[in-house]
């Protein structure tokens, strides 16, 4: 487990759009279980997720078009989050950082760690993007 204050910028590069950090196996199950589109990104320490997945997913936001709930679990952190979230990501391996947009529940697109790393932030906004306008 990381410490919190190695952390802490980290989560909050992802809260100060919006974010809400689930933290706990019933909080992804009740975010998971609401109406209309919700995208989780599970978070890391490593340099993909700094350089790459969180400026991506805080780049998306920016269409017209985007999920109605927005959520983060911390892997290496949070794990009873990251373990329930990577359970609704089945049958895609356990992979941080990654992305997943679900729709009623319902998984409808995933990024997964080979998706994301040594691919440009904006790359992954517009992956993001796409799915958002497809689903959204």
Do not use: Q, W
């Amino acid at each position: 487990m990381y410490p919190a204050e190695l952390v802490k910028p980290m989560r909050e590069d992802l809260t100060k759009v919006g974010f809400e950090e689930l933290h706990t196996a019933e909080a992804v199950d009740a975010a998971l279980a609401k109406v209309g589109t919700t995208l989780v990104v599970v978070n890391s320490v490593c340099g993909c997720a700094a350089a790459n997945a969180r400026p991506g997913a805080r780049k998306s936001l920016e269409n017209a078009k985007k999920p109605d709930h927005i959520v983060t679990v911390f892997a290496g952190v949070d794990k009873e989050a990251v373990d329930a979230a990577r359970g609704h990501m089945v049958p895609f391996p356990p992979s941080s950082p990654c992305m997943a947009l679900f729709k009623d529940g319902e998984l409808v697109h995933m990024l997964e760690r080979h998706h994301i790393e040594g691919r440009p932030a904006e790359l992954i906004a517009e992956n993001l993007v796409d799915a958002y306008n497809d689903h959204c």
